[in-house]
């Protein structure tokens, strides 16, 4: 959604060709995430002839402020999405930055992983507002993420394991 | 006007701007190198969006008021006293990345 798709496409703005074909998971209430990724992958294309790029979208797991309890309910229905999605993707690696449709991929990757199917490397890049706090998302990936990245030193300090590159979007 | 798709233009032909303690708008205007007076709505001081503008205000970056103290804000602020919002670096998110990717 909104803050996040402008911040992930920042922190792909630098990264090589190597980084192909790249599949992008988004809410499908999410309205203006398509247009920014089209016109993301547009201007890429003209650096990057052969980059390839796919969409798709999975029901949104979670409303701003939604209790704990329906947010399971929600998420676990995401995940009958997220789940075959991310089999057929078989994604090499996984990087989000904190809308609820990241956790349930994360935890289907993590599935993934445990039966042996495919192992993705989670690259979690928490977003520049959180700089005391972090996101319900960055609470639980935090715990599952192989990376963990903070742009703020206070996350640093009170998150040992996470990573602290400065401000990177 | 209720909503506009971009601000963008708005924003290059502005002086000064005003604005909630929204994330987007605080690192849209900075980004445009415009003096920006934030104002914080007491109401929602739980949101995690204040975070942010308190941490710009620290900086320097920002000028924060809130809507009973905005007048005088306005008033009396100094907005050469502001410093600079410097641009992220994907670059070093980039490096990052393809060490732990193995591109080297």
Redesign the interface.
Known sequence: TGGHTTEILRLLSCLSESYSPIHYIFADSDKMSEAKIRAFEQKRAETFSNSKFTLDRIPRSREVRQSWTSSVVTTLYSMLYSLPLTYKLKPDLILCNGPGTCVPVCISALLLGLLGIKRAIIVYVESICRVETLSLSGKILYYFSDYFIVQWPDLKEKYPKSVYLGRIV | FRFKDSLAEDLRRADLVISHAG??SC?ETLEKGKPLVVVINEKLMNN??L??A??LHRDGHVLCCNCSTLVETLQLMDLSALKPF?P???????L???K??G?Q
């Open positions: 994330a987007g690192l995690h969006q975070e942010l308190k941490q410097p992220g670096q994907p670059e070093k998110f980039a990052f990345l393809d732990v990717v591109f």
